[in-house]
């Protein structure tokens, strides 16, 4: 009992420490890029509307936006906004002559000579490239002067399910880690008239409550259990009435109530509130299923007519069977104190020097920080004694910033030394991208292969390296967790710690017999931590009964489950799963090259994946010419004819109310019901507010930190 309330007391502190550093970070925000020193009026963003569909287990988002040119001379529009996590560009349009035309991926180097091409000419032409992890940038040219151009841009991405709870994020923060780049450019972030934000959820199983943290002035409407819709509108008074109290209630915590303008710019001189949106906050919407539900299996098929492979998407979602377990208590804070931290350090400081003080005698702890080099202030574990805690306390409070981001040496010194003999969690909390000693991918996972440990990551930011830090605490067996400034920090706090205090599945394999199946994503699925689903994409080739078998090792025990169910035959209304299945692989590729380095095989790989499904890649960018122009280059319409199918099934889909895709009811995979919170409204009485995390957290037991080897 001692270790488990000093656990949760640190892990609840960390919580409030994240919340309150999330809530100082310097914001950089999504916007129109103009250079730093020019002399002319910047391009305006009139309108930016925003909608979301969630079903099925992805998220589809559109966002059509129209610029304006104040200036008396035409202008090239430069619109860049963060990657969403696993998202990518499945389409680009640009309105030409009035007429909207959609754009087709060539290899990047090719796209952007068609884009320069066609600018030099004077004719209307768009381009949209990956910056890496970082962000899209949107370019489009002309922007005619004194009018107006309207674009639109869709992205596709993965919408699963933890612990009962669903998390869709709207990215706007860029995240301020390249200077370079912010040096160079200023954002327009304002949007000067309209701005709608519309999310529709659709969900195969009951939703009880939704929430938008930092947002509370939305209006949430529930059109039945299975059904929500959220909107945002800044033409609408930002205390409109939720329509459904009772049942998504958003409590009004002082912390919303600083959030609840936070996108809407302030009253103008004369006092009347200024219309404009400020793109300078993520949205991040929750939703929480209905409890009680059972763990399930549920299947989601697509085939084109005539074709005998068809793509998938299996989503199983494990029972409550995974066994409580007790721990040690070696804890190492490994903490960022790079320059871009300047204005989160004295918050981070505090919230650490609380966390400290919650430790007991018996318990022990190091601090290392870094920057440019990497240093340790407390010179191996000490005892967490009322001396050593005042001690390092009064240490970590005078911190400054400084340098560059080594991470490799901040995690290096972490890992040395350890006590074999007692369990330990290593604490990493950076919002910044390693550019100091090591950098490369492959040197941090050989560093952590050969520790016992677990690392867990908080990735502070839209722009962090989330490729990397994701990669890393995967070969620790450990977990990632991405952290919005919109998020609500006590709610991801209290989902790790569930992650923590539960035996995870390890090893699980996954095999399918009956139906041929090939091409799976992911290729190894490792370990399964408590309330996680476990995603599985892949094609397969006629039709009939599967056999099922999840195998997985718990606590040194083999378990097996089984089940039966038939894949169709034909048809289906969810053509997206080829471009998600598509881009899973090329995510697999490009940790491949993150690892060894560039290779040309796996290059091309990706250039011919994206090419194909029409995906922005880091080596494919999205081109929008003229109806002729495309002729004239024989650049075939492969996308626009893949965007027309899939807006055909989405309408298809929308026409009819949603239904489960459970495919194992009569034989169910698990006898248990899935992991879930317990309940309260969707405000700040249940599993989304502070209220639910302290009487939760009392029930759990300590987590294992020791990694399975």
């Given at each position: 009992?001692?270790?488990?309330?000093?656990?949760?007391?640190?892990?609840?502190?960390?919580?409030?420490?994240?919340?309150?550093?999330?809530?100082?970070?310097?914001?950089?925000?999504?916007?129109?890029?103009?250079?730093?020193?020019?002399?002319?009026?910047?391009?305006?963003?009139?309108?930016?509307?925003?909608?979301?569909?969630?079903?099925?287990?992805?998220?589809?988002?559109?966002?059509?936006?129209?610029?304006?040119?104040?200036?008396?001379?035409?202008?090239?529009?430069?619109?860049?906004?963060?990657?969403?996590?696993?998202?990518?560009?499945?389409?680009?349009?640009?309105?030409?002559?009035?007429?909207?035309?959609?754009?087709?991926?060539?290899?990047?180097?090719?796209?952007?000579?068609?884009?320069?091409?066609?600018?030099?000419?004077?004719?209307?032409?768009?381009?949209?490239?990956?910056?890496?992890?970082?962000?899209?940038?949107?370019?489009?040219?002309?922007?005619?002067?004194?009018?107006?151009?309207?674009?639109?841009?869709?992205?596709?991405?993965?919408?699963?399910?933890?612990?009962?709870?669903?998390?869709?994020?709207?990215?706007?923060?860029?995240?301020?880690?390249?200077?370079?780049?912010?040096?160079?450019?200023?954002?327009?972030?304002?949007?000067?008239?309209?701005?709608?934000?519309?999310?529709?959820?659709?969900?195969?199983?009951?939703?009880?409550?939704?929430?938008?943290?930092?947002?509370?002035?939305?209006?949430?409407?529930?059109?039945?259990?299975?059904?929500?819709?959220?909107?945002?509108?800044?033409?609408?008074?930002?205390?409109?009435?939720?329509?459904?109290?009772?049942?998504?209630?958003?409590?009004?915590?002082?912390?919303?109530?600083?959030?609840?303008?936070?996108?809407?710019?302030?009253?103008?001189?004369?006092?009347?509130?200024?219309?404009?949106?400020?793109?300078?906050?993520?949205?991040?919407?929750?939703?929480?299923?209905?409890?009680?539900?059972?763990?399930?299996?549920?299947?989601?098929?697509?085939?084109?007519?005539?074709?005998?492979?068809?793509?998938?998407?299996?989503?199983?979602?494990?029972?409550?069977?995974?066994?409580?377990?007790?721990?040690?208590?070696?804890?190492?804070?490994?903490?960022?104190?790079?320059?871009?931290?300047?204005?989160?350090?004295?918050?981070?400081?505090?919230?650490?020097?609380?966390?400290?003080?919650?430790?007991?005698?018996?318990?022990?702890?190091?601090?290392?920080?870094?920057?440019?080099?990497?240093?340790?202030?407390?010179?191996?574990?000490?005892?967490?004694?009322?001396?050593?805690?005042?001690?390092?306390?009064?240490?970590?409070?005078?911190?400054?910033?400084?340098?560059?981001?080594?991470?490799?040496?901040?995690?290096?010194?972490?890992?040395?030394?350890?006590?074999?003999?007692?369990?330990?969690?290593?604490?990493?909390?950076?919002?910044?991208?390693?550019?100091?000693?090591?950098?490369?991918?492959?040197?941090?996972?050989?560093?952590?292969?050969?520790?016992?440990?677990?690392?867990?990551?908080?990735?502070?930011?839209?722009?962090?390296?989330?490729?990397?830090?994701?990669?890393?605490?995967?070969?620790?067996?450990?977990?990632?967790?991405?952290?919005?400034?919109?998020?609500?920090?006590?709610?991801?706090?209290?989902?790790?710690?569930?992650?923590?205090?539960?035996?995870?599945?390890?090893?699980?394999?996954?095999?399918?017999?009956?139906?041929?199946?090939?091409?799976?994503?992911?290729?190894?699925?490792?370990?399964?931590?408590?309330?996680?689903?476990?995603?599985?994409?892949?094609?397969?080739?006629?039709?009939?009964?599967?056999?099922?078998?999840?195998?997985?090792?718990?606590?040194?025990?083999?378990?097996?489950?089984?089940?039966?169910?038939?894949?169709?035959?034909?048809?289906?209304?969810?053509?997206?799963?080829?471009?998600?299945?598509?881009?899973?692989?090329?995510?697999?590729?490009?940790?491949?090259?993150?690892?060894?380095?560039?290779?040309?095989?796996?290059?091309?790989?990706?250039?011919?994946?994206?090419?194909?499904?029409?995906?922005?890649?880091?080596?494919?960018?999205?081109?929008?010419?003229?109806?002729?122009?495309?002729?004239?280059?024989?650049?075939?319409?492969?996308?626009?004819?893949?965007r027309e199918i899939e807006k055909l099934a989405k309408a298809q889909r929308?026409?009819?109310?949603?239904?489960?895709?459970?495919?194992?009811?009569?034989?169910?995979?698990?006898?248990?019901?899935?992991?879930?919170?317990?309940?309260?409204?969707?405000?700040?009485?249940?599993?989304?507010?502070?209220?639910?995390?302290?009487p939760f957290l009392i029930l759990l037991i300590g987590g294992g930190l020791?990694?399975?080897?």
């Open positions: 009992m001692g270790f488990r309330n000093r656990f949760h007391r640190l892990l609840a502190t960390l919580a409030l420490t994240l919340s309150a550093l999330t809530a100082t970070q310097h914001s950089v925000a999504a916007g129109l890029m103009a250079p730093a020193d020019s002399n002319l009026p910047p391009l305006q963003i009139r309108e930016q509307h925003v909608t979301v569909d969630v079903e099925d287990g992805y998220a589809i988002t559109e966002v059509e936006q129209v610029f304006h040119n104040p200036n008396d001379q035409d202008l090239e529009a430069y619109y860049r906004f963060p990657v969403p996590e696993k998202g990518t560009v499945a389409e680009f349009t640009v309105w030409i002559d009035g007429k909207p035309v959609i754009g087709e991926v060539l290899e990047k180097e090719q796209a952007r000579q068609v884009y320069e091409q066609e600018k030099a000419a004077g004719r209307d032409v768009g381009l949209t490239e990956k910056d890496n992890f970082k962000a899209f940038d949107v370019k489009v040219n002309p922007v005619r002067a004194g009018q107006d151009t309207r674009v639109r841009l869709v992205y596709m991405q993965p919408a699963s399910v933890d612990t009962g709870i669903g998390r869709y994020v709207y990215p706007l923060e860029e995240g301020g880690v390249d200077e370079q780049k912010l040096n160079f450019w200023t954002a327009n972030e304002s949007v000067e008239e309209h701005f709608t934000f519309t999310l529709n959820l659709r969900s195969g199983y009951p939703v009880d409550a939704l929430r938008l943290p930092k947002h509370p002035q939305a209006q949430i409407t529930q059109q039945d259990p299975q059904q929500w819709q959220v909107t945002l509108d800044n033409r609408r008074s930002a205390t409109a009435v939720n329509t459904n109290d009772e049942i998504a209630e958003i409590t009004h915590s002082s912390e919303d109530k600083k959030s609840e303008s936070a996108n809407v710019a302030p009253p103008t001189n004369n006092g009347q509130p200024a219309r404009a949106f400020t793109l300078n906050q993520d949205i991040v919407v929750y939703w929480r299923h209905q409890q009680d539900l059972p763990g399930s299996v549920d299947l989601v098929a697509y085939k084109e007519p005539g074709e005998d492979r068809g793509t998938f998407m299996l989503s199983i979602t494990p029972g409550d069977d995974l066994p409580a377990i007790t721990t040690g208590s070696d804890w190492v804070f490994v903490l960022d104190i790079s320059g871009s931290m300047s204005a989160k350090l004295a918050t981070l400081g505090d919230g650490v020097s609380q966390a400290l003080g919650k430790l007991r005698g018996g318990d022990r702890f190091r601090i290392v920080l870094f920057d440019d080099r990497a240093e340790e202030l407390t010179g191996g574990f000490v005892d967490a004694t009322p001396n050593n805690i005042r001690q390092y306390t009064q240490k970590v409070m005078q911190l400054q910033s400084r340098g560059g981001t080594n991470l490799f040496g901040g995690l290096s010194l972490a890992l040395n030394p350890l006590d074999a003999d007692r369990p330990t969690g290593i604490v990493l909390v950076t919002d910044g991208v390693a550019n100091v000693g090591k950098t490369q991918q492959k040197d941090f996972i050989e560093l952590l292969e050969s520790h016992d440990v677990r690392l867990f990551t908080f990735v502070m930011g839209n722009s962090a390296n989330r490729p990397m830090l994701t990669a890393m605490t995967d070969a620790s067996n450990g977990f990632a967790i991405s952290v919005s400034n919109s998020d609500d920090i006590a709610g991801q706090i209290l989902n790790a710690t569930a992650k923590l205090t539960h035996q995870a599945m390890n090893d699980v394999e996954i095999d399918i017999d009956g139906v041929r199946t090939a091409d799976l994503q992911p290729q190894q699925i490792g370990s399964i931590y408590h309330g996680r689903q476990i995603i599985l994409l892949g094609h397969y080739w006629g039709d009939g009964a599967a056999d099922v078998t999840l195998r997985a090792e718990v606590a040194g025990q083999k378990k097996t489950y089984k089940t039966r169910f038939e894949f169709p035959a034909q048809g289906g209304d969810n053509p997206e799963l080829e471009r998600l299945w598509a881009y899973a692989t090329i995510q697999d590729m490009q940790q491949e090259i993150n690892y060894f380095g560039e290779e040309k095989d796996l290059q091309q790989g990706i250039t011919d994946l994206g090419i194909e499904y029409g995906l922005v890649t880091n080596y494919t960018s999205m081109v929008v010419l003229r109806d002729e122009v495309f002729e004239q280059y024989g650049i075939d319409r492969r996308n626009a004819k893949r929308q026409a009819s109310a949603p239904t489960s895709n459970r495919v194992d009811n009569s034989q169910p995979m698990y006898n248990s019901n899935r992991p879930s919170y317990s309940g309260g409204s969707g405000g700040g009485g249940g599993a989304f507010g502070i209220g639910a995390l302290l020791r990694r399975r080897r």
